[in-house]
């Protein structure tokens, strides 16, 4: 078991450049999040799926979207990055079943220059 | 929403000493309560939690007490080492959706 795997762990972007921020997870949970964390404001949640098929906004989603495109992947997409993006993006998944905490993955830290 | 507040921001103790880490939030609907300990660089790990049917649970150094009528629980380490050193954060279950606290950074020192 991989748990949450996500890629890349680094990335440098000029402004207005796109990409995509992958993950996967191989522990069959239902629900997918996708956090950004910065200095002194904690992990704030961009955007979430509770199932297959079914994606939310969260606190902070301006600047970005979301695909579920199957159980195991939750990819995050930048369409025209911004420096106030910069930061270190966390996927997280949860089995949704009663009461249990994430499982995070390693994190990608995130540069728009 | 949730409000999760996270007290204090920054913390130092002696190693072998006790820390203390308090959160509120405001929801009374909220039902489980995790903490995480994120070190430098590395991602968060869930390192205890407790259940809103519950008042406190223990593993070996490290205890949770969670009061649901003001709404608060707190993260309790006791002989610190400075392999505790690290940022840790408290969050709120509400619906399908956590609520993380700001997080306190914990240094623990020799």
């Known amino acids: 078991n991989a748990g949450v795997t996500q890629t890349p762990k680094f990335q440098v972007l000029k402004t207005g450049q796109s990409m995509t921020l992958q993950c996967a997870q191989d522990?069959?949970?239902?629900?997918m999040y996708w956090y950004r964390q910065d200095p002194g404001m904690g992990l704030r949640l961009i955007y979430y799926?509770?199932?297959?098929?079914?994606?939310d906004k969260g606190e902070v989603p301006n600047g970005y979207n979301v695909s579920r495109l199957n159980k195991r992947e939750f990819s995050l997409r930048l369409e025209s990055a911004a420096p106030s993006q910069t930061s270190v993006y966390f996927c997280?998944?949860?089995?949704?079943?009663?009461?249990?905490?994430?499982?995070f993955g390693s994190g990608t830290r995130l540069t728009v220059v | 929403g949730e409000n999760v507040e996270q007290h204090p921001s920054t913390l130092s103790v002696q190693e072998g000493d006790s820390a203390v880490i308090k959160c509120t939030y405001s929801d009374s609907a909220s039902n489980y309560f995790p903490w995480y300990k994120q070190e430098l660089g590395k991602r968060p790990q869930l390192i205890i939690d407790i259940r809103s049917n519950v008042g406190e649970k223990k593993d070996q150094r490290i205890a949770v007490t969670l009061n649901k009528t003001a709404k608060h629980f707190s993260l309790h380490i006791t002989e610190t080492q400075p392999e505790d050193s690290a940022v840790y954060f408290c969050?709120?279950?509400?619906?399908?959706?956590?609520?993380f606290g700001t997080g306190t950074s914990l240094t623990v020192i020799p």
């Open positions: 969050a709120a279950l509400l619906g399908n959706q956590f609520y």
């Open positions: 799926s509770a199932s297959e098929g079914t994606t």
């Open positions: 522990m069959n949970h239902n629900s």
């Open positions: 997280a998944s949860r089995r949704d079943r009663g009461q249990d905490g994430y499982t």
